[in-house]
């Protein structure tokens, strides 16, 4: 019993991590119908940024993430406005391997300037944890440093939530999402607020690739790994719902420590496709997905 | 008109006759032999192919500044060329079927067993031959190819080599072993053999967990050894399953009486930097130590290997570089025995090799693997590697119980 409770604290505090790498990529997908293949790599420019701060002024990776998020957001905004807005109409697949092409230089960039070495942030307090013992748990452990990624992470998605549903910026932006011809007529810059979106997106996998560092480790291959990941929770999520892609975290978290408790350890991976298979076929737009790109006029 | 149909037929002859030169051999041109070497030079495994190749620039750049390869009277220039696999095994067929296209013979191996294991099918094909650096997963050498030589101790001797050494050194002896190993064949073959080694000495081993290779979440299969407290947790891994095992068995609050073993993952660098203090008392083999006995005319002793490498590269070699500049002196050493680069004759003085080497014996059974050389065993003690076993080889004590930093 305390074995299955043990995987789903620890199985909901990856999960809370996953979704905050993975709504970036679920708001650019959804709003701009772009899947930015580019996305792990910025995750991973995060983390170094936030690891450099750590090498080089002993600053805590929250900092980094802070500063690592701000410096992804102008990266993310500019990258959009220069590149992908100049294809943005054109077919997907032009998209596709235009950032599939920036991930490469930017995997490779990487591996050039900080070499293809391990990283960890090394911090007195991630590793440590408190037992739910208060519950009658005492075995299960919630470890600090996940604890914390998973505070940062939610409350990001939350405020992204609220930025998107409430402020001027964040309806322009579903404006656009939804009809870019209509918004265009009610005086927003669709290219502005296409890059803002973008900048949002980046700012956020920053933010994520520092906590990334204070609770695992990476090295520039990982972004792969960090893109396949957010293709993933945003489809089992649902597109065009901020938390969507938090639902998708949580869910894939909890199914994979699930799977890793009751199966053979290499079941993992086959079992979180499965699962995203099964809720596909039920509900094809995802779990909280309202499939409004479908619906949205495309301007010609 | 007839003249122009000779003309033609001149024209035709010659792109035939090029076209076959080109295929011809590159093994030497002028006074340089070309060795070829596919290598993970970006990808999953980037990090151990720069320090596979980092072990065999250290060569070629030693063996020249000694004068070079003594081939039949005249002393050649050693050189290698490199082509980037991305870590994919069928990109590393590819690119050593490309160096044959191109004449090169001679190959040295690329990183992994996955790789080598495409790599010497090709090799089989082709009448190339290698000297493999780093695939050692058993398996590799069931297939009964008769072209490909590995330097290194097969994969079965690792885990074992660490459980002898607990065996024998351990106070008090632990009695619970658990092994928790990735899914790819070099792993499970680690893990299978040490679960057989722990067996017969009479240790109570738990059932062996399993977890992708190159996961970096394992909190699962620490979960599921935890409530059976083992005393020693053996991890069967490479470096990024290696560090999460002790980065999350500290968050979860598994502690194993005896400590923490690891394949691969310790000796590396990177282990000791990411995690720190937790590093210490780990246990790992290794395929090479400065204390290995032996030595050889290009490198001289272990000891002379650490040093000169050192000044190379302004930090030690661990032992994925030495066991690369091992596998092209191994090439090197034939290469001179043959008093030739003809692949048939390299391959013959390969098979009949037996030198001594800063590497430990170099001799092959005729599988082509190199089992007369023993694997060392290591602890990391106050974030350095203290070599603890075999008694011979020994730079100090194991520390015991390991665990706990």
């Known amino acids: 019993m305390s074995a299955l409770a043990q995987a789903t604290v620890y199985g909901l505090l990856q999960g809370g991590l996953l979704a905050m790498i993975a709504v970036g990529f679920s708001l650019v ?56 807005n100049q294809i943005v109409n054109a077919p997907i697949f032009l998209t596709l391997l235009l950032t599939f092409g ?20 090394a911090t007195p307090y991630a590793s440590q944890a408190f037992t739910l013992q208060s519950f009658g748990l005492a075995d299960v452990r919630v470890p600090y440093g996940r604890l914390l990624a998973f505070v940062v992470a939610v409350l990001a998605t939350a405020a992204l939530v609220v930025f998107t549903q409430r402020s001027r910026t964040g309806l322009a932006i579903l404006a656009t999402g939804m009809d870019r011809t209509a918004a265009r007529l009610m005086g927003i810059n669709a290219r502005h607020v296409y890059a803002l ?28 790994r960090f893109t396949l990941l957010s293709f993933v929770i945003s489809v089992l999520g649902g597109l065009g719902n901020m938390y969507g892609a938090l639902l998708g975290g949580l869910v894939l978290g909890v199914v994979q420590a699930w799977a890793g408790q009751y199966l053979p350890g290499t079941w993992v991976n086959a079992v979180a496709f499965a699962v995203l298979v099964g809720v596909l076929i039920v509900r094809p737009a995802g779990l909280a997905g309202r499939a409004f790109y479908e619906a949205r006029v495309e301007a010609t | 008109m007839t003249g122009v149909r000779v003309l033609a037929a001149g024209a035709a002859l010659a792109l035939v006759l090029a076209g076959c030169a080109s295929k011809g051999t590159q093994n030497q041109t002028g006074d340089t032999v070309n060795l070829g070497a596919s290598m993970s030079l970006s990808g999953a495994l980037e990090k151990e192919g720069k320090l596979t190749q980092q072990g065999y620039d250290y060569c070629v750049s030693t063996v020249n500044a000694k004068g070079g390869v003594p081939v039949g009277g005249r002393t050649l220039r050693l050189n290698i060329d490199y082509q980037d696999d991305q870590s994919q095994p069928d990109t590393a067929g590819q690119l050593v079927d490309q160096f044959n296209d191109k004449g090169y013979h001679l190959i040295l191996g690329p990183y992994g067993s996955a790789t080598t294991g495409a790599a010497m099918a090709v090799i089989e094909r082709n009448g190339q031959v290698m000297v493999d650096s780093s695939g050692a997963d058993d398996k590799l050498f069931d297939r009964g190819y008769r072209r490909t030589f590995a330097v290194l101790s097969p994969a079965s001797v690792y885990a074992v080599s660490i459980v002898n050494a607990i065996n024998e050194l351990a106070t008090p002896k632990p009695r619970s072993m658990v092994f928790l190993s990735a899914d790819d064949g070099f792993s499970k073959t680690v893990a299978a053999a040490g679960e057989a080694r722990a067996r017969s000495l009479g ?22 050894i935890k409530s059976s407290k083992p005393d020693v947790i053996i991890g069967s891994v490479h470096l990024a399953e290696g560090i999460a095992i002790i980065k999350q068995a500290a968050e979860l609050g598994v502690t194993p009486a005896g400590g923490f073993a690891e394949t691969v993952a310790p000796p590396t660098p990177d282990f000791v930097t990411t995690l720190g203090t937790k590093a210490n008392g780990v246990l790992s083999s290794s395929q090479w130590v400065p204390e290995v006995k032996g030595s050889d005319g290009f490198f001289g002793t272990a000891t002379d290997y650490r040093n000169g490498f050192r000044a190379a590269f302004g930090q030690d070699p661990e032992y994925h570089n030495a066991e690369a500049t091992a596998a092209c002196l191994a090439m090197v050493l034939a290469v001179r025995k043959a008093g030739s680069t003809d692949p048939g004759k390299v391959r013959d003085a390969l098979a009949q090799l037996d030198e001594q080497s800063f590497f430990g014996p170099l001799k092959f059974n005729d599988r082509g693997e190199n089992v007369t050389k023993p694997m060392s065993v290591i602890q990391i003690q106050n974030g350095k590697l203290v070599t603890v076993w075999p008694a011979d080889q020994a730079a100090g004590r194991l520390i015991w119980p390991g665990a706990g930093g």
């Open chain 1, 29 to 84: 997908w959804g709003v701009m119908n772009v899947i930015n293949l580019a996305h792990g790599g910025y995750v991973l420019l995060g983390a170094y940024i936030a690891w450099e701060l750590h090498a080089a002024w002993g600053l805590d990776p929250l900092i980094g993430a802070v500063t690592g998020g701000l410096v992804m957001f102008g990266v993310g905004y500019v990258v959009q406005r220069l590149l992908v």
């Open chain 1, 102 to 121: 920036l991930q490469l230089v930017l995997v490779q960039g990487m591996a050039v300037v900080f070499s293809a070495d391990y990283r960890s942030i």
């Open chain 2, 203 to 224: 240790f109570s081993v738990l059932p062996t967990q399993q977890f992708p290779a190159g996961a970096t979440d394992v909190s699962s299969a620490l979960t599921r």
């Open chain 1, 197 to 224: 979106t973008a900048g949002i997106a980046a700012a956020l996998a920053g933010a994520a690739g520092a906590l990334v560092g204070l609770v695992g480790t990476f090295s520039p291959p990982d972004a792969a």
